[in-house]
């Protein structure tokens, strides 16, 4: 059975960091997109980030333009695992924060094979 499990969340003030994890049990994903996307109350689920799957070049990041500069994602495959460190937090970066694996079509939409079950980001002012 697949499972992503995210964790790292928290409650920061405004200008604090968090570091999210996703660790993946049941299959590797070394060769597959995985990313990051986050949901506020009231807002439909929105993209973070995504890194490629390894190559011989290694993996290519993607950002939304809220988290470009601020947020990093990364993987280790070795431990079948990526992570996003989120630096500069805002009050509008509170979300739930979902990973997510193995993208259906065109991996900058929301359509991935594979979920967590979130882990809460709350930045308060």
């Known amino acids: 059975q697949v499972q992503l499990v995210e964790s790292g969340g928290g409650m920061v003030q405004a200008g604090g960091s968090l570091r999210l994890s996703c660790a993946a049990s049941g299959r590797t994903f070394g060769s597959y997109p995985m990313g990051w996307f986050r949901q506020a109350p009231g807002k439909e689920r929105e993209f973070v980030a995504r890194?490629?799957?390894?190559?011989?070049?290694?993996?290519?990041?993607y950002y939304s333009d809220s988290a470009k500069g601020r947020f990093t994602i990364s993987r280790d495959n070795a431990k079948n695992t990526v992570y996003m460190q989120m630096n500069s937090l805002k009050p509008e970066d509170t979300a739930v924060y979902y990973c997510?694996?193995?993208?259906?079509?065109?991996?900058?939409?929301?359509?991935?094979?594979?979920w967590g079950q979130g882990t809460q980001v709350t930045v308060s002012s």
């Open positions: 997510a694996a193995v993208p259906r079509g065109d991996p900058a939409g929301t359509n991935y094979a594979y």
């Open positions: 890194i490629t799957g390894m190559s011989w070049g290694g993996s290519i990041t």
